[in-house]
């Protein structure tokens, strides 16, 4: 099972989607959709988690990557790019962030 890691060389992003109650579990479908078809079968893919807060007004996606590059290369694939402008129409905004995990417990 797959586990977060401190190892140097993965890539972590954190993602946070802005949505409405209304809109959220579209939000969430479509990410799903988009794990299980394309994201987790791309070259440096680890895993990833969807989280949902309780008001439904914000989605978080934490995932790994081999390297940063290989998180870079599915975002600019072309059915990457459709999906995030589908994804992107329903959120208020949404934000990738890339870190490094400093400390696991």
Request: aromatic content about 8%.
């Amino acid at each position: 099972m797959p586990h977060i890691s401190q190892d140097t060389s993965h890539q972590t992003v954190l993602t946070t989607f802005e949505v409405t109650p209304g809109t959220c579990q579209d939000v969430l479908d479509l990410l799903t959709d988009a794990y299980r078809e394309v994201i987790s079968r791309q070259p440096g893919f680890i895993a990833a988690g969807l989280h949902v807060n309780d008001a439904q007004t914000r989605v978080a996606n934490y995932s790994q990557w081999r390297a940063r590059g290989d998180f870079q290369a599915m975002l600019r694939s072309p059915e990457m790019r459709r999906r995030n402008r589908e994804i992107n129409a329903l959120c208020k905004s949404f934000e990738p962030v890339m870190y490094d995990v400093v400390a696991v417990f």
